[in-house]
């Protein structure tokens, strides 16, 4: 159970960058929890990506800023510099990993237990993922596959989100709506995971909100960081 209740509702997003700043208003505005997962060794640097036709702003948050723009979420890794994890050795494998993690520590002053793999397309593996979990101090690693389950998964190096709000959006409310619903006898999670950079592309954060209000305050549902819907802490 999830602080005694059989629901939970976490969000996921990746890379750090200035977007974070408006979407944590959201979520506090709503009293959602998330983890952000950042790759400390590209922070504080400006840039840009083409998306679906469209240049959107790519800048990293500062690094001292990381503690006050996070204060009431989670930080987690995402490797320093965002390789595809898949393509290094062991040894490479733990020093982006476990060397953002310490990075983030020092930069939030609170424990970084959790990553999300960097990269889409095949950013992760069992060789991967044991390497983690066997030469780290990560507790869980989220991939890029969605499930689209509610349901609880033993794997937490291999930890498959519900869905992906990007790519997903024709299913986001309807998903959100089965979830509401559902009468959850035994353990329930909607994770949504992202970034932020994205509601830039097509201007969809008045979406995004609506999509926050609908899930929020419910008193049936526990609404956690991942670590804390882990067991993990904060």
């Known amino acids: 159970m999830f602080g005694g209740k059989n629901k939970a509702v976490t969000f996921s997003y990746d890379d750090g960058v200035t977007q974070d700043i408006r979407l944590i208003e959201i979520f506090d505005k709503y009293n959602l929890k998330a983890t952000f997962n950042i790759n400390s060794g ?7 990506l083409l998306r679906e036709g469209k240049t959107v702003n790519h800048t990293k948050v500062s690094p001292g800023d990381v503690r006050e723009i996070y204060k009431n979420h989670e930080v987690a890794a995402h490797t320093l510099t965002h390789p595809l ?3 290094l050795d062991e040894k490479e494998i ?4 476990e ?3 310490l990075r983030l520590e020092e930069l939030t002053g609170k424990p970084v237990v959790g990553m999300a793999y960097p990269g889409g397309g095949v950013n992760f593996d069992m060789r991967v993922a044991g390497i983690i979990k066997e030469h780290t101090n990560i507790k869980y690693a989220r ?3 969605s499930s689209h389950s ?3 998964q033993e794997d937490l190096y291999c930890f498959l989100p519900t869905i992906y709000h990007h ?3 024709d299913s986001m409310f309807e998903t959100a709506e089965r979830f509401l619903n559902c009468k959850a006898d035994k353990p329930q999670l909607l ?3 992202g970034h932020s950079y994205e509601f830039d592309i097509n201007d969809s954060w008045q979406k995004f909100e609506e999509f926050c209000k609908m899930i929020s305050g419910k008193e049936d549902i526990f609404y956690a960081t991942n670590a804390q819907v882990f067991g993990l802490g904060r």
């Open 191 to 193: 994770y949504v995971w």
């Open 143 to 145: 991939t890029t596959v």
């Open 42 to 48: 590209l922070l504080g640097q400006p840039g840009s």
């Open 94 to 97: 733990i020093h982006q990993v």
């Open 167 to 169: 790519r997903e959006w």
């Open 85 to 87: 994890l898949t393509e």
């Open 99 to 101: 060397d953002d993690r």
């Open 150 to 152: 509610f349901d609880l």
